[in-house]
Structure formats: C-alpha cells, structure tokens
C-alpha cells in the first residue's frame, strides 16, 4: 500500500480527461481495479459481462492501431458493443467540425467516447457537448491519462511503489502528452521526476511543474530507478529541434553504455512504437531482463478495462446528468 | 433592431451640469455644451442653465461627463467579405452603444483595401449607414502579400488616414524601408503589428508554465520587442513615422521608453485585454481569450499600465476584431483568435480611472485627442468650437455585468464575458445627432 493512503472508494468524476485534478486514492483505485484485470486477464476466463449492453464509441482522429486495439479489446472483454470511427485529418477539413461530429455521436446515446485528437483541449471541448462518459485516449500534447496509468501499473508491479523513485523521462519532452501526464501521476504519487533532452525539446518554464531538468544523458539516469524513453515525434515537428537522427542517437538514445548510469535494476520502459536505432538501442529494448515495454502493452488493456468500468458505471448511476 | 438606436434630429442642443472632460484644454470641470446642427458653438463652464440662449433644448446631465466622442483607431469591420462575422452597419450600432464616434478600419477586408475604390466604397457606405464616421488604412502591400509597396500617395489622398497590413508583421526589412521612406513626403504614417513572424509561427498563446501545461505551441513575448527593435532602427535611418499597435509586454514598453527619449517619431496603443487580463484568462482553454498578440504575465500586463500611465503609450484602442461562433467553438490551436471590443471599450479603460492608476481626464484623452492627433484628425477628439458635435455621455460609475449576448455586434466573442465592470455610455450624438440614447 502506497504511503500516499488507501484507494478512495469511488471515483467521483464524469470522464477521464486528464491525470490532473486526480488525487492519489483515485490513482489508486483505478490501479487496484487494472491490477484486478491484469490478473484476469492471464486466466483463461478473461471475459465479464460487467459493461454488457453498455455502447463504446472509439472516435479517432489520428491513426493509431495500438491505443485503438487495446481500447477496444477492453471494452469487448468487459461485455460493451463497440463501434470504432478513424477519422483522418483530411476528412475533418471538408467535413463536420468535432463539436458536430460529438452531438451526432451524443444523439445514438452511447455509454462511453473515446477519444484522440491531435489538438490539445479538443477532447475537453467535445466533453462539454456530450453527456456520456469521456475517456480521453490523447490530445494533442496535452495529456494521454490511461498512458501514465498504465505506466504507473508496470511500475508499481515491479517496484512494489510508486513513491520515493526517481524517474527519468528522456527524449522528446516537447511533443508528447506521454510525459505530462507521467509528470503529473508521479508527482501527485510522490516520486521525483527529472526530464533529460536536448534544450530544444524541453518546453518553456516546464522546471515549473516539479521537476528537474538534463540535457546531458549519463547525467540524467545518474541512479534512477526508471528510465523512461519516449518516441521522437518527427511529424509534429516544425522547423529543426534536432539537427540530425543520427546527431539524436548519440547524444541520446539510449543504450547499454547510457544505461549503465542508471541503478543495477533499473526499469527501462517506452510508450511505443519505438524507433529503433533513434531513441533506443535494440539490444536494451529486447533486453527481458530490464524492458518491460511488452508489459506496458499488456496492462494498457488491463488499465483501459478498469477506467471504462469505473465511468461507465458512473454514467450509468446519472443517467448522464454531471 | 434596439429603438435605442435611432437618430433624433439635430438642431440646436445645450447641454449642462455636466463634468466636461476636455482633452485639448486638459481640463476637468462642470461645465456645458451648446450645439448647432452638427457644430459645436460653445463649451466651458460658462455654459450653465442661465446662460444658454434662446431656442436650445436643454437636457440637464446631473454631473454625468461629457467629453468627445471615442477615436478608435484599430478596428476590422469584416466588411467587404465577411459580413456574417460584421457589417458596417452593425459594427457603427455596436460603436455607437460603445461611445465611439470615429473608428479606423484595418484594410485586411476581401477584398483587400490597397486600391483607391476600396478607400471609396468604404467611405459610401458609411456615410449610407449613418453611424460611426470610418476611416480607413490603406494596405502597405499589395494584396497584404508584404512584397510590393501599393499606391500609397493615391490612396491617401483618396483618403486613406494611414497604412498598415492588418493583422499581419510588415516582416520585410526592405518593404517596411521603402514605405517609411516614401510616406514620409505626405507626412503619412506606417502602423506596425509588432511580431516576429518566424518565431511566433504556429503558436497559439504566450509561451510558458501555462502554455507548457496546456501543450499549446507558446510564442515568445521576445517575438514582440525583437520586432520592435528592428523597426527602431528602420525609423532611425528613413525619419518615417512609425506606429505599433497593441503592444503587449514588458519589454515592449521599456524599448519604446528609450526611444521616445532619444526623439524617435514612434508611438504605440494597446488594447483593454493586453492592461485587464493576463494568460490565465486562456486556461480551460477559453478560445474567447485567444487574441493576437496573445495575452501575457501578469508581469507584462502590469508594465502596460505603467506605460499607459507615464505616457509611453499613447492611445488605446479596442482591436475590435468580430469572429462568428464557429471559428471560435474549435480546439484551442485551431480557433480564430480575436476579441470584439467596441461595446467594452471604455467600461475597461476606466478600470485604469477606477484603479488609481490614471485620471478620468487621462484616460479620455487617450482614447480621443491622442489618436486624433497622431492620425492629424483636426475636428475628432476635440471639444473645441466650430468642430463637429461627435460627443458621449456617460456615467463612469454605473456597475454592470458584462454580457456579449446583448452586444449589438454581429459577433459575441468578448475575453470579458461576465464581467463585473464600472461606466456605462447613456448617449452617443455625431454630428449632432443623438445615435444612442442609453434605456431609450
């Protein structure tokens, strides 16, 4: 059990938008309940009929095969019907706006949206205009909640904790939603946060949010009980942050010699997809004895599972009414 | 429409007991006001219920102020081309609840206003709606592209009160150069939009904590005086008049100090968002506070004040910029940024009254003789006899909420929804002519 208390008993709040605003009971909750899952889910028995007649809408606005599958995985092993909408780019332009888009959807009454969107606040806005449960699967550079969760879950399973760690989130800081919601569940948990990137791709007065700053790598997993690698998001960037693939593989990516920095038994984990020979050597990514990237996947569903039970049977008790 | 709106007739009007607000006298004082169809005759303290003449309908003002009419001096109408967001109609009904008189029209219209016929057809058709007296800007490039200078002596003549590229940087070195260099022979003036393109490309509010926890793309407040510094030097060397609109920072204020002192022909406005409001109004992503530029600190906006105060700005302006609801009910990158302006013009403005920060009389004044006088508006911002009777009446107490829904604008999108705020505008006469009557 946590040093930050036990579990709170219910989790009060009509979506998921974002780790902030959530206190530690209700991280815990949510964690007890995917750790529940994760176990079920290793069973041969791995299906429920918990969310049985309860409708999931998935509504992508940007390709992503694995948040989508796992979501959807989720809501099938609880029971839901689930109806999956990729909507590219292209499409939204000539099309409806999202807040169209939201009230046709709010119209056929699901349970549950899910959503991403590659602008920040988009799922925020849609929230506003709907009344089921929001689950927000990535916004923009926002915030990508079940992400940390699930980070949060792999963590504590092997750590036995998520307080009094010191966690290195390395690479592209400045893109990802990955690492603001990881900022904000390990802080609100009571671990130590450093980030380590090249100045370009640490975001303006981020030191703000609690945590310490790296540029140089071998510095910044100096005895970290986690390191933390995120993908390099070329597509979102405009203008040159990084001079060169190669340039950002030596100074950092990761690798065994890099690596050696941090403590005997430190964690190394990724959000996925990785790019291999960019951010993260092969040999420490496959390494089974320190990655846990494959783990990370297996508890997404795990956590996914636990979030759209815990809001779904909210919405359920109101009706849809906040 | 409102029945508020509608023109009483003119003849010959008097004023009195009122707390007359004279910025070219610089003072204030009780005092009254005598009109003559659309003509001043008489203002001063001598004007009292015993001394005006025979014939005058006299309205007895109980101590509300009067002082010319409001000289706005950065507005887009959205008309030609955009007249679902406003229309010179609406825009004038919208002036004239907010105390405007005269209103300067950016030219990033569609068409664009960088020919004498655009200069014309906007001046008809103000003169058909009857509000608000517009003026234009006239591009300073062709199309606003930023590439060839346009007909700038034309247009001024034809009557274009000054050139500016809307709401975009005169980003070219060689552009801005040449328009300074060859305004300066009809004494014309360039007013810039001070923002480094290249470093705000992208980005959707100021950088920083805020920005950072939201994930938006944050411009630099840099981006703002590294603009403002080049140009310095551009004035420096062509002796043109430069003017920067709504500057928002610190910094800006501080450069623009320095170069007053050293006898730059520059000036500078701000708008009521960039001394009222600081980046917090934008959490939860509030696209209504979107604007260009972006709001800043608290540090920056205190600093505006400042410079307000002490003179280094000169004028404030509403930057009154209509968006219709669909380009604001977007996510936060995407949303149009922009606030409408003219119906919260002055409430805010007095906040500075309000706040001890600046008297009435002071910020009267930068709403009316100072942009009069930079744009050489001879009969605008004046109280003075024989000039137009472009007054307002207002009582600079009068608490009220805030509520763009009862803005006459064609667009709602105000940072200010909600607001609790002081003064309120009971009358509006151009030219003699009573256009708004407050509860009429």
């Given amino acids: 059990m946590s040093v930050m208390g036990p579990a709170a008993d219910h989790y009060p709040h009509p979506h998921l938008l974002g780790i902030e605003g959530l206190t530690p009971g209700e991280i815990t909750l949510i964690l007890d309940r995917a750790q529940h899952y994760a176990e079920k889910n290793r069973s041969a028995d ?39 909408m990729t909507v590219g780019t292209s499409s939204v332009k000539k099309g409806e706006t999202l807040i169209d888009t939201a009230m046709t959807l709010n119209a056929m009454n699901p349970d ?35 992400q940390a969760l699930l980070d949060a879950l792999t963590i504590r399973r092997h750590k036995g904790r998520l307080h009094r760690l010191t966690v290195a989130i390395c690479g592209d800081i400045a893109h990802s939603r990955v690492a603001r919601s990881n900022i904000l569940l390990l802080n609100t948990m009571g671990s130590r946060v450093r980030l380590v990137a090249p100045p370009t791709l640490i975001p303006s007065k981020i030191d703000r949010m609690g945590v310490e700053i790296f540029h140089d790598m071998e510095e910044g997993l100096k005895d970290c009980d986690i390191v933390m690698m995120l993908r390099l998001q070329l597509e979102r960037m405009e203008g040159s942050f990084i ?40 040999e420490v990514a496959d390494d089974v004895e320190r990655s846990v990237i494959r783990e990370q996947v297996e508890m997404g569903v795990a956590v996914r599972m636990a979030a759209l039970e815990l809001l779904v049977q909210n919405h359920r008790k109101t009706g849809g009414q906040p | ?131 608000a007296k517009v003026f234009v800007y006239g591009a300073v490039s062709k199309g606003i592209e930023g590439r060839e200078i346009t007909e700038m002596g034309l ?8 050139f500016c590229d809307g709401v975009k940087t005169i980003s070219s070195a060689r552009l801005l150069r040449q328009a300074l260099s060859y305004s300066a022979f009809f004494d014309g003036m360039i007013v810039q939009h001070p923002e480094e393109p290249e470093l705000s490309k992208g980005a959707s509010m100021n950088s920083g904590e805020l920005a950072t926890r939201l994930g938006l793309s944050g411009v630099s407040p840099l981006a703002e005086v590294i603009q403002i ?40 406005d701000t708008a009521p968002p960039y001394f009222a409001l600081n980046e917090n109004a934008v959490s939860d992503y509030r696209t209504f506070a979107k604007l260009s530029p972006p709001l800043r600190s608290e540090d920056d ?45 002055l409430p805010i403005a007095l906040e500075l009254y309000h706040n001890e920060h600046m008297s009435l009389l002071e910020v009267i004044t930068k709403l009316t003789r100072t942009p009069a006088e930079l744009l050489r508006f001879k009969g605008a911002g004046t109280l003075n006899e024989g000039t137009a009777a472009d007054i307002v009446i207002f009582d600079p107490d009068r608490p009220w909420k805030i509520d763009p829904y009862q803005f006459h604008s064609k667009s709602k999108n105000s940072p200010f929804d909600g607001r609790l705020t002081q003064g309120r505008v009971l009358r509006t006469l151009i030219d003699g002519r009573e256009i708004f009557t407050e509860g009429a």
């Fill in chain 1, 46 to 84: 791995k299906t429920s009929n918990i969310l049985s007649g309860a409708t999931v809408v998935n509504l992508f606005y940007e390709n992503s095969t694995r948040t989508l599958t796992s979501f959807e995985l989720a809501a099938k092993r609880l029971g839901a019907d689930v109806i999956n």
């Fill in chain 1, 112 to 146: 549950a949206l899910v959503v991403r969107h590659g602008d920040s606040g988009a799922v925020k806005l849609l929230s506003e205009k709907v009344n089921c449960a929001v689950l927000n699967a990535g916004d923009g550079r926002h915030e990508h909640p079940t």
């Fill in chain 1, 243 to 282: 001079p060169s693939v190669r340039e950002y593989f030596h100074f950092h990516g990761l690798d065994r010699a890099k690596l050696a920095n941090a403590k005997p038994d430190a964690l190394i984990m990724h959000p996925g997809p990785m790019n291999r020979g960019v951010e993260i050597d092969s």
């Fill in chain 2, 1 to 131: 429409m409102s029945p508020a709106i509608r023109a009483k007739g003119a003849g010959k009007k008097a004023f009195i007991n009122a707390r007359l607000l004279d910025p070219v006298k610089q003072t204030d004082k009780t005092g009254g006001l005598l009109i003559e169809d659309d003509t001043i005759i008489k203002s001063g303290a001598d004007v009292t219920e015993m001394s005006v003449p025979e014939g005058f309908e006299i309205t007895d003002l109980n101590g509300a102020c009067l002082a010319p009419g409001l000289v706005d001096m950065r507005a887009q109408l959205r008309e030609p081309g955009f007249e679902h967001q406003e229309t010179i109609e609406t825009a004038g009904k919208s002036a004239a609840i907010g105390g405007v008189t005269t209103i300067i029209a950016l030219p990033n219209t569609d068409p664009v206003i960088d020919d004498v016929a655009g200069v014309e057809f906007i001046a008809r058709r103000a003169r058909k709606v009857g509000l």
């Fill in chain 2, 155 to 162: 247009l001024h003549q034809a009557g274009a009160v000054a």
């Fill in chain 2, 229 to 268: 510094e080049r140009d310095l030097r551009l004035v420096e060397m062509t002796g043109g008049r430069l003017h920067f609109a709504h500057i928002s920072t610190g910094e800006s204020v501080e450069v623009i100090r320095k170069a007053k002192k050293r006898g730059l022909k520059v000036t500078c």
């Fill in chain 2, 301 to 345: 906006r205190q600093a505006i004040v400042a410079g307000l105060a002490d003179g280094t700005i000169d004028a404030i302006a509403s930057d009154h910029n209509p968006q219709d609801a669909d380009s604001k009910r977007l996510p936060f990158a995407q949303a149009a940024a922009g606030a409408v302006g003219f119906e919260t013009l």
